[in-house]
């Protein structure tokens, strides 16, 4: 099996062939299969995840595209296949070993997944007070200075209950910056939200995604508005990545369950801050 | 139609050992991190006083009437063969060796168990549990460890206090409302209490905590993702754990006689 750190993979045995990925792979799934519940969901996933690039990962709901994600944190375990994170193959691992690589990573939830017994301050903080021996006053100016960058400043002292959606959107941003991971994976990080949040949301992923380089995963249905913010699309379709390019190139896709897609989420229009273009 | 009830049996057994092995599974996990640094005695502490102390009330006011009621019935039995005397002892050793440990331990399945299943749920729901675990803090050390280390704190000094509090209500009855006599019910108590029935007070209260904590936090742990799956396991919480603790009662005590 190739090595996960391996310059210039080659990853896309699907239906659609794809170019050579320009960045080594951070991520790497191989043949990856997960059934839940007695029902299939991921049915042999090949994908790789280049370093320090924002991937999208669109799909039709219900198809598995937040059991993938958690598949490359390690939260659910592969009945089949192999998971790689920068060169390790981590399917197999538990316990401390996990952690160390789960200690690279960041996850936006779904739902913000804030802890409502503490405040938004005491959120940002959790994991520099369980990670880390920084004194109080540095992880107090850590969060601080996370919450100013998500637009949160003054807002520490509110409890998840008293925020609006969007809000604790950006706190659980704050919670997954505050470590400064190498890896954030962002599960539908504007579902539920009005289009101009939605959208703030996502300048505020790029802009956090430019300044510090870490390596994105977007799961997301938010189509036109992912193409100009994202480098790599991929789609996911009946457990299988289907279609893998750069942000620009996944438009011209002929295929036609891409194209039914793409074409079911508005008039595609890139922009020039697409980062891939 | 006999094949089909025999597969049904075979499924429900499977079932049975499968989630019995579950559970025993997630009890060593969560006994196992308990001492792996780093120690959470604020975690404890928090979980003691949600367990412990905030149920304080409800245990109180149960053991005081089930005393009161011991009181009321044993003195009118007791009269009939002229034995009001050992009144005291009557209501003690009921209540020590087996009304306080059941009663403080249902009532704390009922008040702290449920609170606990449904916290967890929630947090299960909201994917609070795998932020946790996604920040590499195990989930199990963090949040169950404490509240099984609470379980077994905190339900015997319920008991306990359960124990004293019902002796007191049957003295109330017995002896200032009916009128029995003061000394005979205090000596009685004095000369017919021994550590054996003590011991085994506490030992029961002590795995009647491990189970209302460990069964409360895993059906709380492993809930359906829906709000009708949190409430089936409150529910299943609730009345497993109180049907395991009259049952393990029942296996204690034939031992411990």
Redesign the interface.
Known sequence: MGDGGESGWVLCPSPIAYSLLPTPGMIKLVGVEKTLGGQPVLRGVDLTIPKGKLTTIIGPSGEGKSVLLKHMIGLLQPDRGEVWVDGMEISHLRGKALNEVRKRFAMLFQSAALFDSLTVFENVAFPLREKSRLPETEVARRVEEKLEQVGLSGMGHKFPAELSGGMKKRAGLARALVMEPEIILFDEPTTGLDPLMARTIHDLIVAMHRTFGFTAVMVSHEIPEIFPISDWVAMLKDGKIVAMAPSADFQKINDPAVREFISAGGTVSLTSSCPGS | MLIGLLARIGRVTLFVIQETGRMLIFLVATFAWLFRPPLRPFQIFKQLHFIGYKSTFVVVLTAAFTGMVLGLQGYYTLRKFGSEAVLGSVVALSLIRELGPVLASLMVTARAGSAMTAEIG?MRI???I??L??????SLQYLISPKLVAGLIGVPLLVAMADVVGIYGGYLVGVDLLGGNPGAYWSSIESAVEWKDVYGGILKSISFGLIVSWICCYKGYHTRMSAEGLGTATTEAVVLSSVLILIWDYVLTSVLL
């Open positions: 929630i909201t994917e609070q795998d932020a675990d996604t920040m590499a803090i195990n």
